[in-house]
């Protein structure tokens, strides 16, 4: 057993006089606080000070994170840098025609994103796009390129429903019929930030609102000119009719 | 008569006057899924 190993989690009684041993058992047992590796160092070992001993913890103030000693070395609680995948805004929308991200989802910070929306009611039967979004506005030029290949759930052999548009002046997004909701979408944006094309890679799926049918799609979308964007908009061509929830993630650069 | 509703981050509003007319005009052309899909199969 280590010198940090504790045999009980003592409650002291009111009046009851403390010895040495349980007082420093009190102090030890919290999580010292260091501005720095330097400073941690430092104190531990030295004259009055406690011996470094496995199981010890502290927190750095300069890197904001906890450490461990684990007898050899010190180590780091969790991971130690930020996750590859980070949220950048999300939420919900209830009952309108469209919803954007917000100005500057995208920035220089990342090169790369991730899209989720997921649909939890739609008023009537609907179809839907999307625009990329520059200041606040849609970009409605006439740039927008769908290279989708779908999979119908009925069929024999599986009916496809392709989609290949080019110079339209939307994304393709799928439709979903009012009464049962199957709508999700998936996808990668690839430099929208940039000044090159933007790329998307992903899917989605719907309940065919003529058929009754749910479809997958999967392939890619294209922006050909190479504009900067910011945002995005998920537009339904029935008045307030969509309710759901979004999230966009960045990847990290390195 | 209102415009529909959009909503842009966690703020709804309703459309401006350009932005009506430009979803008026896509929803008229019908850009939308029945014109863009392709043979079914």
């Not at chain 1, 989802?105 to 009537?124: G, K, Q, S």
Request: glycine residues 8%.
């Amino acid at each position: 057993m280590g010198a940090n190993a504790q045999t009980a989690v003592p409650t002291f009684t009111t009046g009851q006089v403390l010895t040495a041993d349980q007082m420093n058992q009190s102090a030890r047992t919290g999580v010292p606080v260091f501005a720095d590796t330097t400073a941690r160092d430092a104190a531990f070992g030295g004259s009055g000070e406690k011996t470094l001993a496995e199981g010890q913890l502290c927190y750095l103030e300069d890197s904001n994170i906890v450490q461990y000693y684990d007898g050899a070395a010190w180590a780091t609680v969790g991971p130690t840098s930020a996750s590859g995948l980070v949220r950048l805004t999300g939420g919900a929308f209830t009952a309108v025609t469209s919803f954007s991200l917000p100005n500057s989802t995208f920035t220089a910070t990342y090169r790369n994103y991730r899209i989720h929306i997921d649909l939890t009611a739609v008023t009537a039967d609907a179809d839907f796009t999307m625009r990329l979004r520059a200041s606040g506005t849609d970009d409605s030029t006439a740039n927008y390129r769908s290279l989708l290949q779908g999979l119908n759930t009925t069929g024999a052999t599986g009916t496809v429903v392709n989609i290949n548009s080019s110079g339209a002046t939307s994304w393709n997004a799928g439709e979903q019929d009012a009464a049962v909701i199957r709508y999700a979408l998936e996808f990668d944006v690839m430099s929208p930030q940039i000044a090159a094309p933007t790329r998307c890679l992903g899917q989605y799926m719907y309940r065919d609102k003529a058929n009754g049918d749910d479809i997958i799609r999967t392939g890619a979308l294209h922006f050909t000119a190479t504009t900067q964007f910011d945002s995005l908009s998920f537009i339904s061509s029935i008045a307030n009719s969509i309710t759901g929830y979004y999230n966009v993630y960045g990847y990290l650069n390195s | 008569m209102s415009k529909p509703i959009i909503q842009i981050g966690n703020e709804q509003r309703e459309m401006t006057d350009a932005e009506f007319a430009q979803w008026q005009a896509d929803v008229a052309a019908n850009n939308q899924e029945s014109t863009r899909e392709s043979a079914v199969s």
